[in-house]
């Protein structure tokens, strides 16, 4: 930085050293050196700014001291006037868009000579001196551009060179621009110095003619007498060799053709790397030599010239002058005829057309060229044009559309460097309706390239003032604008700001279809950042008052609704549906000016509320039913009837003996009772005696209703205390029969598996004694299940019942219980043993 600095501080000094003695610098800062131009490049150029406004310009100055080797005063007098002349001639003949424009007239001194023109960044002979020492090539002599201090043929670059590499379009827009120059000059003077050193490039990219210190006025005469080249003149007195038109060499006489000539010259030197096709060296006899073979140069270089142009640039080289195009002939040659071009050359002259046509020019016109004119043009010709014109309100709405491409197709750099200081003007100055809207319209566009921090600061406002608008179609773009750029903008601004704004404007345009529209595309794509308070109280009744008899309406309102369905956090509740919103959609179903779209998009969301609904009521319904027909419901009467309530007192079975006895399976009884029968009167086998035989008789019964398995409940112990009580932690195994079912209660007590059925039987001395029923035991074995628990209660007494009941929660170890009808049958089996007759009491005798 501190070295850019210090280099511009120093070129600013040489350049106010150079003007020290001229009043020019009391108008004008100058800057750094930008080229040279004029014969033999006398002519150096600086940056330079007007002081009372700043307007950029450039500065020509001519040191005198540079004529000091011509040792004859009166040739130092004969450089200073013809230089003056040239000024005087450039103010007299103006014409803006072809010839250089002098902005301050010339200033002489003592030391030098200087006027102000309009800002220019090379001469043409700079730029071809570049492109012939890139070239590549070595010639016979050097490339000649209107200096004579290149005397190498190594082809070093000269210190005037000047880095530029011209486009297609620029040549092409560049050399129409001088030949409509000369046409311009023709019906008043010949230029008579055609030549890359007088055709200056500005700061647009546009070609001017300059180097007006040899015209000569044209007469009556068709041929004007002319001074031909001369070693006796200095060299920086006389037009350039290398372009001079054979008859004015050979014949001293010239008219427009010898213009035509000068100019063929310049186009083969552009397309042949900067090399003229004549390298004098400022010397007659050279020139002459050289004109002898043009015919071949001609042809040799002739190629490297666009296909179009090869004809008529020939034609142009012509020794017969009387074969040579007139300028307008040149002008509608192919090459020439491109729209595009002459788009750009229409800007030159936009002030001199009316109001319509310049509106024409920038919406339309301008707007359909850009995509095919190179974007270095876009930048250096176009741009610094529309910026100025964006600020005359007449025009500022139709400019923007040009402008608005601009922005979309360029990178972000060149939009923050170049663009975005002018289009802080508009957005902070005052604006006319058509300039707002266009403005929304794009504002998309716009944000895409803008940084952050100027978002926020200077388009949003933008934006949000636009609601405040009493014009409808700012009201509408700036709706539109918000469905564009809501990614841009944070919650808060949308929940505070637009969603009021937006009922604002329908309230104040109900009827308006394009704002309703709007509307409800911005609603659509706000949606999701609205809180669910503000879609109830807000969105819902407004889109509920909204006049639902276009198709398109009831299209939007219908995706809207489909949105909300979709999530449950926006609170849409079933009633809500039913009783609001399906009664103002189902008689659209039958609008006839849907189409098959939308049409459909509005039957599946009336569909998504109908399933919604279906599916909340069917639960609401099964939970009701379920209600009903619950256990709490018949719960006073179950308490009545079921024993899980019931409380017995705990009893004791006297001299009852308990004994533990292993489970066996199903296979093991088998095994064990095989031996034989044991049906009345059969011998018992073995200790196992007491088990039931069954699988050996039934062989239909199942081998699950054998097996011993883990009861289902658990019986308390009786105390410790009572005579006979069962040890502490000994629990009652129980029978599990699989194909017996008890509704109701989960007790069961079937005897288990292998004991013998007993039956109370009243003695004659009124005991009671229990006996083996085996009557009662077979029928109820004979059906394939074992007696259940209504069977079984009965054979206990009611007291034991009540016990049974009151412990039947009562945790108990598994490994030490005993099952009650063990207890029960070991007991009575020992009783029975001391009865020598034990069968004596089925026939009641003693």
């Known amino acids: 930085m501190f070295s850019k600095l210090k280099s511009g501080t120093s070129s600013v000094s040489q350049g106010a050293q150079v003007l020290s003695t001229n009043n020019i610098l009391n108008l004008f800062e100058v800057g750094k050196f930008v080229c040279s131009a004029g014969p033999e490049l006398i002519w150096k150029v600086y940056e330079g700014f007007r002081k009372p406004d700043g307007k950029e310009v450039s500065i020509f100055v001519f040191e005198k001291k540079l004529a000091?080797?011509?040792?004859?005063?009166?040739r130092k007098e004969t450089v200073t006037e013809i230089l003056k002349k040239s000024v005087h001639y450039l103010e007299m003949l103006r014409q803006p868009k072809l010839i250089l424009k002098v902005v301050h007239s010339v200033e002489d001194c003592n030391d030098t000579l200087a006027f102000a023109a309009e800002p220019v960044i090379a001469s043409l002979a700079n730029i071809l001196a570049y492109q012939a020492s890139v070239g590549g090539r070595t010639v016979n002599g050097p490339p000649s551009t209107g200096a004579s201090i290149i005397t190498t043929t190594a082809m070093p670059r000269p210190a005037h060179a000047r880095e530029y590499n011209f486009l297609d379009f620029e040549i092409k827009y560049g050399i129409r621009q001088i030949a409509e120059a000369l046409d311009f000059l023709s019906p008043q003077v010949h230029h008579h110095n055609v030549c890359p050193s007088s055709i200056l490039v500005t700061k647009t990219g546009t070609w001017k003619l300059s180097g007006l210190e040899f015209i000569v006025q044209t007469e009556a005469r068709e041929r004007i007498t002319c001074t031909p080249w001369t070693s006796r003149l200095p060299k920086m007195a006389q037009p350039d060799l290398d372009y001079i038109a054979p008859e004015v060499q050979l014949s001293s006489y010239c008219s427009s053709h010898s213009d035509m000539y000068s100019l063929g010259m310049v186009i083969f030197a552009i397309f042949n790397n900067g090399r003229p096709l004549i390298q004098a060296n400022h010397s007659s006899s050279t020139y002459m030599k050289q004109l002898d073979v043009l015919e071949n140069q001609i042809h040799n270089v002739l190629p490297k010239l666009p296909a179009q142009l090869q004809e008529m640039a020939t034609k142009m080289l012509s020794k017969d002058v009387d074969a040579r195009p007139f300028v307008k002939n040149l002008l509608h040659?192919?090459?020439?005829?491109d729209r595009f071009v002459e788009t750009i050359q229409t800007l030159d002259i936009i002030n001199m057309k009316d109001l319509v046509q310049k509106c024409q020019f920038y919406k339309i016109t301008l707007k359909e060229s850009l995509p095919f004119i190179p974007k270095k043009i876009w930048y250096q010709r176009v741009w610094p044009f529309l910026q100025h014109e964006m600020l005359k309100p007449d025009v500022s709405a139709a400019v923007l559309h040009p402008v608005i491409f601009l922005i979309q197709e360029s990178s972000l750099e060149d939009y923050e460097t170049l663009m975005l200081p002018a289009m802080s003007k508009i957005f902070n100055g005052p604006k006319h309706v058509p300039v707002q809207v266009i403005l929304l319209e794009n504002l998309h566009v716009i944000l895409e390239k803008t940084p952050r921090d100027d978002i926020r600061k200077e388009v949003l406002p933008l934006l949000y003032t636009a609601f405040d608008f009493s014009d409808i179609e700012v009201q509408s773009a700036a709706v539109l604008a918000v469905t564009n750029v809501s990614q841009y903008m944070d919650d808060t601004a949308i929940r505070r700001m637009v969603l009021p704004k937006l009922k604002m404007v329908y309230e104040t345009n109900p009827n308006d279809l394009k704002i309703v529209l709007n509307i409800l595309a911005c609603l659509e794509i706000i949606l999701h950042r609205l809180e669910k308070q503000q879609i109830i109280e807000d969105v819902l009744p407004l889109i509920w008052i909204v006049n639902q008899t276009d198709p398109e309406v009831i299209a939007r309102i219908a995706v809207i609704y489909s949105m909300i369905l979709r999530d449950k956090k926006y609170g849409l509740s079933v009633n809500m549906i039913a009783t609001k919103i399906m009664p103002t959609l189902i008689p659209h179903t039958m609008n006839p000016g849907l189409n098959l779209e939308q049409f459909q998009t509005l039957i599946e969301v009336l569909q998504d509320m109908l399933e919604q609904i279906d599916r909340n009521q069917r639960n609401k319904l099964k939970l009701d039913t379920i209600s009903m027909q619950s256990p709490d419901r018949h719960r006073p009467l179950r308490h009545l009837y079921s024993s899980d309530n019931m409380h017995a007192q705990n009893f004791n079975i006297p001299n009852l003996k308990i004994?533990?006895?292993?489970?066996?399976?199903?296979?093991?009884?088998?095994?064990?009772?095989?031996?034989g029968s044991w049906w009345f009167g059969g011998s018992p086998s073995g200790s196992d005696s007491n088990f039931l035989r069954v699988v050996s008789s039934f062989p239909n019964r199942r081998l699950s209703d054998n097996m011993l398995n883990t009861p289902k409940i658990r019986v308390a112990p009786s105390c410790a205390s009572s005579p006979g009580s069962t040890p502490v932690g000994t629990g009652l195994p129980i029978r599990r029969h699989s194909n017996v079912e008890r509704r109701g209660s989960t007790i069961n007590l079937s005897p288990p598996s292998g004991y013998q059925y007993f039956r109370p039987i009243n003695g004659h001395d009124g005991s009671t004694l229990s006996v083996p029923s085996s009557t009662y035991l077979a029928r109820s074995m004979i059906g394939g299940s074992m007696p259940n628990t209504s069977s079984s209660v009965p054979y206990l007494l009611s007291s034991s019942m009540n016990s049974i009941r009151s412990r039947r929660q009562s945790t108990c170890s598994q490994n030490s219980s005993t099952g009650i009808l063990q207890q029960l049958g070991s007991g009575?089996?020992?009783?029975?043993?001391?009865?020598?007759?034990?069968?004596?009491?089925?026939?009641g005798n003693k």
């Open 68 to 74: 000091d080797k011509l040792h004859k005063p009166r």
């Open 333 to 337: 040659t192919p090459y020439f005829c």
């Open 659 to 675: 004994e533990t006895r292993k489970t066996s399976s199903a296979e093991d009884m088998v095994r064990k009772n095989s031996a």
């Open 828 to 843: 009575v089996v020992k009783q029975l043993s001391t009865l020598q007759n034990p069968y004596q009491l089925f026939s």
